[in-house]
T-cell receptor, first 114, second 114 residues
Framework: DVKVTQSSRYLVKRTGEKVFLECVQD?????MFWYRQDPGLGLRLIYF???????EKGDIPEGYSVSREKKERFSLILESASTNQTSMYLC?????????????FGAGTRLSVL | DAKTTQPNSMESNEEEPVHLPCNHS???????IHWYRQLPSQGPEYVIH???SNVNNRMASLAIAEDRKSSTLILHRATLRDAAVYYC???????????????FGGGTRVLVKP
């Protein structure tokens, strides 16, 4: 079974803190994604990466950065956390190719910024 | 991405079939129909996908209308574990946009009564 593991299920941080959300996948997938999920807004793509050290902005990259130093690990960084970044964060990975392109998701990290 | 329309919620009794409709009247000829579901407090998980023909797997069946403007996800015998939000998503493998991100709409919340 494909496993996408997010380091924390719940996280509470203070405004202005630098926050790291970690994601690890064990299926040697090239593509990795970070989404956030908010009520009424669905899932929105923050950043994605299609290879080590490669990254591209998604729909809502402002206030976030990412790091992919190793193929299995994709980190989301909140440079200076703000209350409007309180959300559920979901990491996903998928193999290359586009026809099937199943995305495998982690269980999510619920982040509260106070 | 072409738009999909799903009912907000549906109820079913345990052990009975559940038919989840999805309308996608603006579907293009190359769009695949994907279904994901999200169990409470979990990330989304892939259920099934198809292009033109009906598809079956161990989780569900997908019935696609002949004109492809609608489809139905069928859970043959609902269990309490099937209570989730089910998302119908169109994906065009020919469009390599944002790393093939998934665009989730509101989905259908399925309630399974014992």
């Amino acid at each position: 079974d494909v496993k996408v593991t997010q380091s924390s299920r719940y996280l509470v941080k203070r405004t202005g803190e630098k926050v790291f959300l970690e994601c690890v996948q064990d299926m040697d997938h090239e593509n990795m994604f970070w989404y956030r999920q908010d009520p009424g807004l669905g899932l929105r793509l923050i950043y994605f990466s299609y290879d080590v050290k490669m990254k591209e902005k998604g729909d809502i990259p402002e206030g976030y950065s990412v790091s992919r130093e190793k193929k299995e690990r994709f980190s989301l960084i909140l440079e200076s956390a703000s209350t409007n970044q309180t959300s559920m964060y979901l990491c996903a990975s998928s193999p290359p190719g586009t026809v099937k392109n199943i995305q495998y998701f982690g269980a999510g990290t619920r982040l509260s910024v106070l | 991405d072409a738009k999909t329309t799903q009912p907000n919620s549906m109820e079913s009794n345990e052990e009975e079939p559940v038919h989840l409709p999805c309308n996608h009247s603006t579907i293009s000829g190359t769009d695949y129909i994907h279904w994901y579901r999200q169990l409470p407090s979990q990330g989304p998980e892939y259920v099934i996908h198809g292009l033109t023909s009906n598809v079956n797997n161990r989780m569900a069946s997908l019935a696609i209308a002949e004109d492809r403007k609608s489809s139905t996800l069928i859970l043959h015998r609902a269990t309490l574990r099937d209570a989730a939000v089910y998302y119908c998503i169109l994906r065009d493998p020919l469009i390599k946009a944002a790393g093939n991100k998934l665009t989730f709409g509101g989905g259908t919340r399925v309630l399974v009564k014992p």
